[in-house]
């Protein structure tokens, strides 16, 4: 019985150190078949961009800085960004929030 609540203990401590984790992941851009070696555009740097999607954890991460990270995206290519919406389903599990922006001329 002893060793049974030993081990609940550690489950608990493992879910909780997972949940906490999750608060920890850092926004980026999302990169389509960045890992596909057969894509066209693979370990290049875009040449150009008309959109950017923005992966993020909503525990960790602010909706602010979400934007201001497609704005450094953006204005690489001298536009700003533009939100079009947030959903769920591309994104990773730790940072579930997909967060979609338009890059757009000024």
């Known amino acids: 019985m ?14 909780l150190g997972a949940v906490a984790a999750c608060g920890g992941r850092e926004a980026y ?7 596909d070696r057969n894509d066209t ?3 290049k740097e875009p040449t150009d961009r008309s959109a950017v999607t923005i992966c993020y954890n909503g525990i960790g991460t602010s909706d602010g800085k979400a ?29 579930p929030v997909e967060a979609g ?6």
């Not at 922006?101 to 000024?106: N, S, V």
């Open 67 to 95: 934007k201001a990270l497609a704005q450094q995206e953006c204005e690489k290519f001298g536009k700003m960004a533009i939100a079009t919406g947030e959903t769920f389903g591309v994104c990773p599990l730790l940072t």
């Open 101 to 106: 922006f338009a890059c757009r001329a000024p």
């Open 29 to 35: 851009v999302y990169k389509a078949k960045e890992f």
């Open 41 to 43: 555009n693979f370990n």
């Open 2 to 15: 002893r060793y049974s609540r030993h081990l609940v203990g550690i489950g608990v401590a493992l879910c």
